[in-house]
Every structure is written in C-alpha cells, then in structure tokens.
T-cell receptor
C-alpha cells in the first residue's frame, strides 16, 4: 500500500488559515488523495478528496502538487471546532483506505 | 437522512468469548467497511462488503468475519476474543467501493473491552 507522511502535530490560532502537509512519494497514477478528520470520541469525518486537480468544498481546499507526490489541506479560517486529528490517505484500486497516525491539529483561541 | 448507526455503543467481554457488532448503513449506500482503531492509532481496515459479498480484506485473522444483509446493514463477528481485540470498531458506508472516488461515512463506533 502506498504510504503517506504527515507531521505528528500542528498548532494554529483561531480565524487564521491552516496548511496541513502530506507527502506521498510512492503514489500511483490511479490513487485518489483523501482527507478525513476525527474529533475526540467520534468516528472519522470526510473532508475532501482529489485526484490531480486542486479541489474546493465548503469545508476546505486541497492543493495537489503537479507531480502528485505531495498535497496540502487548507482550512481557510480555523475555528475551535476544527481541532481534530487529520488523516491524509491514498485510496486506490485495492478498494480500501489505509489510515496512518495523522496530524493532531490544535487551535488556540 | 439517517446517518450510519452502530450498536452497541460499549461492550465488555472476556477472553475467549465471541462478539457481534452491528451497523446500519446510510440510506442508498451499498458498501460497508469495518475498521479497528486501537487507542492512539489510526483506524485499521478489516474488510469491506459490496452488495453482500466480501470485497477486500486487511491483515486480520479469519476469526474476524462479517455479513452484509440485503438491506445493506452489516455485522462484524469476532470469535475467540483476545485482549488485543480491545479497541473502537468503526463501520463506514459509501455509495460505491471505498478507496476510489467515493467518500465514506463513518458511524460513531463500538468500544469493545476484552478482560
């Protein structure tokens, strides 16, 4: 399975943008890049996914490098409710999502 | 629209026992995946069911088995429980096979404690 590398933790201030990086140098051409987040005592929640082009939705933006070996999840204005563990996952033709340890995002008021 | 629900919320079993966990998929979803999440770790894929057939399995022994019913609800069965099976068990549903372009909707999980 293609693996991803994320920082263990990051810190941000409320109402500031947050850029969460992810490296996936062994990504294959058919792997989608998925981002999920998990708030304390809850199941993971879908954030965004993409294949080659940058993607935007109501929660976040996903910027994908041209060589697809890295990506960045962008939260445009962090709120206290965004404090969670963020997982960057590659999903491919083997039809499963392989979660790593993710990045623990702390948002300061 | 009802989301993914799981039952029970918490469960305590002793080593060697068997357990059945249940999941109701989100309406319109034909795929369900099960994950095990140990404390401090990310979820680990157990297996996936698509239209009542197992389609993909992670690195879990055969004593972990599952079923998907015609209404797309699902069960996870674990036989001969071991202490290391203590974890949060998550169910996720999607409109198609996970891992590709489909987002998965997760339930709140069942916390299993094995004594």
């Amino acid at each position: 399975d293609a693996k991803t590398t994320q920082p263990n933790s990051m810190e941000s201030n409320e109402e500031e943008p947050v850029h969460l990086p992810c490296n996936h140098s062994t990504i294959s051409g058919t792997d989608y890049i998925h981002w999920y987040r998990q708030l304390p005592s809850q199941g993971p929640e879908y954030v965004i996914h993409g294949l080659t082009s940058n993607v935007n939705n109501r929660m976040a933006s996903l910027a994908i490098a041209e060589d697809r070996k890295s990506s960045t999840l962008i939260l445009h204005r962090a709120t206290l409710r965004d404090a969670a563990v963020y997982y960057c996952i590659l999903g491919g033709s083997n039809y499963k999502l392989t979660f790593g340890k993710g990045t623990l995002l702390t948002v300061n008021p | 629209e009802t989301g993914v629900t799981q039952s029970p919320t918490h469960l305590i079993k002793t080593r060697g026992q068997q357990v059945t966990l249940r999941c109701s998929s989100q309406s319109g979803h034909n795929t369900v995946s099960w994950y095990q999440q140990a404390l401090g770790q990310g979820p680990q894929f157990i297996f996936q069911y698509y239209r009542e057939e197992e389609n993909g399995r992670g690195n879990f022994p055969p004593r972990f088995s599952g079923l998907q019913f015609p209404n797309y609800s699902s069960e996870l069965n674990v036989n001969a429980l071991e202490l290391d099976d203590s974890a949060l068990y998550l169910c996720a549903s999607s409109v198609g096979l996970a891992g590709g372009s489909y987002e998965q909707f997760f339930g709140p999980g069942t916390r299993l404690t094995v004594l």
